[in-house]
């Protein structure tokens, strides 16, 4: 799980790195070219007019802010987008270094963060937009969100490697799932499941992918792509979770049967998630 930005200069340069890098290079130029032009000052601010100064006082502060941010906003910006590319080589350097015949010694020897990035961009290369949201906090442990054909999938990574994953986690990830109106979700571990996990999880519409499967996941779409990192291998959800087969998962409060609805408004209109009758 990772830890959570409290800092608004962190939180612009994850927002700038999200992108690939020549959208925040444009994001530069733009901020730059509108923030520049706003900043110029406007004669009609020399004349004070009785009733309008808190009016004036707010434009003054507005010109100024414009006056200094832009110079500070196309910086982060482009900041942003050399983190973009370093993150985007090493997501494919990891890619490469995990495989069937190394993946336990692999996925041991990187860290929480780097285990994220490995399993975005695996789910990524299968066609996945993928938003990496860091876990914990206000995003209920969910460490990436997955939009493929209109539905949203979440994802938990635990990169846990003394303790099996529980069947808590499970559950905990289905109550995301109806909260957040999800389609299905996903926890993916380096190391292996309960059996009351499995179990469980049969039921619902969640795919358990342990270090095997996931190292299996990856290695389908190396030998798919032959090696080449920068394709994308598009089929179907992965296995655990069968697009054409997708079971009917079942309130974990209330234990009635739950079906497939369509949003019809708010920012997620026309998204799928599964809801009770």
Known sequence: MARRKNSLIENLLDFAA???????????????????????????????????IGH?????????FALYGQYILPFLFLIG???SVLKRQER???????????????????TWREFELLVGEAFRMRGFSVTETGGGGADDGIDLVLRKDGENFLVQC??????????????ELLGVMIVKRAAGGFVVTSGVFTAEAHLFAKGQ????????????????????????????????????LPAT?????HCPQCGDTMVKRAAKKGVNAGSVFWGLP
Do not use: C, H
């Open 18 to 52: 999200a992108f690939p890098w020549w959208a925040s290079t444009t994001l530069a130029i733009i901020s730059y070219v509108a923030l520049s032009n706003y900043s110029v000052p406007d004669s009609q601010l020399v004349s004070i007019v009785p009733g309008q």
């Open 56 to 64: 004036m006082v707010v434009e003054q502060f507005s010109r100024t």
């Open 81 to 83: 987008s050399v983190t």
């Open 92 to 110: 494919r350097n990891l890619i490469q270094r995990v495989g069937n015949k190394n993946y336990s010694n692999a996925l041991q020897n990187i």
């Open 158 to 171: 635990k990169q846990w490697r003394a303790y099996k994953v529980s069947v808590n986690i499970v559950r």
């Open 205 to 240: 519409n969640i795919g358990l992918i342990d270090g095997a499967k996931l190292a299996a996941m990856i290695e389908k779409i190396r030998e798919a792509s032959s090696f080449d990192t920068s394709a994308k291998y598009n089929d179907s959800l992965p296995s655990e």
């Open 245 to 249: 087969a997708m079971v009917t998962p």
